[in-house]
């Protein structure tokens, strides 16, 4: 094999849907491949990817509540620190544009624009999927990765959508996850079937298991102590509250 420098193309792990307005606006934008320098089919060059990524898409660091989530659920799924990258901005008039957050060779990227139009709960069960997405990530090629638990999931994305959900263990963030799948069994979607997302009905047994045991995050345990319990209500109060979060008083 030639160790000089080949290139890889780096698929694109994930586009999450939108919410424009009141109304969902679910849709995917296919992002063309990549290519990035790695030193070998086998060894990826980290640095060289990470340059590429800033120059094609990003360089500004994003927010610091999306650093938060990002560390945090980088810490429970158990990623190396060597993989812990920081969340980025999307460059207006990049190719990515248009969506939300993707994870582009495990590097997480946020339209802080468009994700803050969305309800608190989908903000950070979008960030945990990602970081999913990175733990899936085949480290070797560099290449989009591989279902980490078989026996459950049969594929990437069904896998980053429950487990995102599994792993930020509240009820209420949960809900908002379900609610902003585009199908249900009842109401089929070909296209997010094929591309391996869940329907809604696949989070019943984590919802289930949540509301019995009274699971909620840091921000929706305060507002459930505060009597406030729907979406529309939640919205006056986010703003504070993720402050809150960034400054170390509630959890992320």
């Not at 919410?19 to 849709?27: A, I, Q, T, V």
């Not at 802080?112 to 608190?120: A, G, M, S, T």
């Not at 026996?151 to 990437?156: A, Q, Y």
């Not at 019995?212 to 703003?239: M, N, Q, Y």
Request: charged letters at 25%.
């Amino acid at each position: 094999m030639n160790y000089c420098k080949k290139i890889l193309l780096i698929s694109v792990l994930f586009v999450s849907p939108c919410l424009c307005g009141g109304s969902l606006l679910r849709k995917i934008l296919p992002l063309a491949p990549r290519a990035f320098a790695v030193r070998s089919m086998s060894s990826v060059d980290w640095e060289a990817l990470g340059r590429l990524v800033d120059k094609e898409y990003s360089g500004e660091l994003a927010g610091p509540v999306y650093q938060k989530w990002a560390q945090k659920f980088y810490g429970v799924v158990g990623l190396p620190e060597e993989y812990r990258f920081d969340v980025k901005k999307i460059r207006k008039g990049s190719p990515i544009d248009g969506g939300v957050v993707y994870s582009q060779g495990g590097f997480v990227l946020i339209n802080e624009d468009r994700d803050c139009e969305l309800p608190y709960g989908t903000r950070r069960t979008s960030m945990a999927h990602e970081v999913i997405h990175a733990e899936q990530l085949d480290r070797e090629s560099g290449m989009f990765g591989n279902v980490l638990d078989h026996e459950r999931f049969g594929h990437v994305e069904q896998e980053a959508t429950l487990r995102s959900a599994e792993i930020c263990d509240c009820l209420w963030c949960s809900m908002n996850a379900s609610s902003f799948m585009p199908y249900s069994h009842e109401d089929s979607r070909p296209d997010y079937e094929v591309a391996g997302y869940p329907a809604r009905e696949e989070f019943d047994v984590i919802i289930k298991d949540q509301k019995e045991r009274g699971a909620l995050c840091g921000v929706h345990s305060v507002l459930v102590a505060s009597g406030i319990e729907t979406d529309e209500d939640a919205a006056k109060f986010e703003e504070k509250l993720v402050d809150l979060v960034v400054a170390g008083r509630i959890e992320p």
